[in-house]
């Protein structure tokens, strides 16, 4: 059977961000979000708590350089219980490089096997990331085709047998994210596809049953 996971990305960024998350969720095809702890929207997430069926992880925002990555994820995950009040579901990198990534993989790869916790690209779900509208690299110009119904159509293609992960970044743009990052606007569109019955409709007609980091086992 082919199992999709919609995890949306940044939650704690903005408010604007948060608030599309949750409609996402309640309203739309996401089943799972992760958490920026140093965020100042981020305390709203002991308030993700009371959605039973949401899976809540940590986005891993890597160490500045000279920071050691096994002090700055632990201080991370500790915070991350400190606003949920328990462990995530889950765990991911916010703008992993080839350049800074290596140096945490095998710190996230010794958490997931010794605390039974799925990781973003270690070969627990793959990972679709297409429906973006940046380049997968995070680079420009902006294609906001990617992030309509035809552009999930198309990321849905790469749905396989198992577990799959199509990465989001839904939301509501405000001043206060434009002052952040040129990927704001183009976050509404994703929550109008994602929340749109069609989306709905085109994973039942693709065969797909959406789940969660939480139906993941790491043995």
Same mark, same amino acid.
């Given at each position: 059977?082919?199992?999709?996971?919609?995890?949306?990305?940044?939650?704690?960024?903005?408010?604007?961000?948060?608030?599309?998350?949750?409609?996402?969720?309640?309203?739309?095809?996401?089943?799972?979000?992760?958490?920026?702890?140093?965020?100042?929207?981020?305390?709203?997430?002991?308030?993700?708590?009371?959605?039973?069926?949401?899976?809540?992880?940590?986005?891993?925002?890597?160490?500045?350089?000279?920071?050691?990555?096994?002090?700055?994820?632990?201080?991370?995950?500790?915070?991350?219980?400190?606003?949920?009040?328990?462990?995530?579901?889950?765990?991911?990198?916010?703008?992993?490089?080839?350049?800074?990534?290596?140096?945490?993989?095998?710190?996230?790869?010794?958490?997931?096997?010794?605390?039974?916790?799925? *990781? =973003?690209?270690?070969?627990?779900?793959? $990972?679709?990331?297409?429906?973006?509208?940046?380049? %997968?690299?995070?680079? #420009?110009?902006?294609?906001?085709?990617?992030?309509?119904?035809?552009?999930?159509?198309?990321?849905?293609?790469?749905?396989?047998?198992?577990?799959?992960?199509?990465?989001?970044?839904?939301?509501?743009?405000?001043?206060?994210?434009?002052?952040?990052?040129?990927?704001?606007? *183009? =976050?509404?569109?994703?929550?109008?596809? $994602?929340?749109?019955?069609?989306?709905?409709?085109? %994973?039942?007609?693709? #065969?797909?049953?959406?789940?969660?980091?939480?139906?993941?086992?790491?043995?």
């Amino acid at each position: 059977m082919k199992y999709l996971i919609v995890n949306s990305d940044d939650f704690g960024y903005t408010k604007g961000i948060n608030k599309g998350i949750i409609e996402a969720y309640t309203n739309g095809i996401v089943t799972s979000t992760s958490v920026m702890v140093d965020e100042p929207a981020a305390i709203e997430s002991r308030d993700l708590i009371k959605y039973k069926d949401l899976s809540i992880g940590l986005h891993f925002v890597l160490p500045k350089e000279g920071v050691p990555g096994n002090i700055e994820f632990n201080r991370q995950l500790r915070k991350f219980k400190e606003l949920v009040g328990r462990d995530p579901d889950h765990i991911d990198v916010h703008k992993p490089r080839p350049n800074n990534y290596p140096q945490v993989e095998h710190i996230l790869a010794d958490y997931s096997k010794e605390n039974h916790v799925p *990781v =973003r690209n270690l070969g627990y779900a793959k $990972l679709i990331k297409t429906f973006f509208g940046l380049n %997968i690299d995070g680079s #420009g110009p902006m294609d906001e085709s990617r992030v309509t119904l035809e552009g999930l159509g198309r990321a849905l293609e790469d749905v396989e047998d198992g577990y799959n992960e199509l990465m989001c970044h839904v939301g509501y743009s405000d001043d206060a994210l434009r002052g952040l990052s040129s990927y704001s606007d *183009v =976050r509404e569109k994703e929550l109008r596809t $994602l929340t749109s019955d069609e989306a709905k409709e085109l %994973i039942q007609d693709r #065969g797909i049953t959406l789940c969660s980091w939480k139906q993941v086992r790491v043995e």
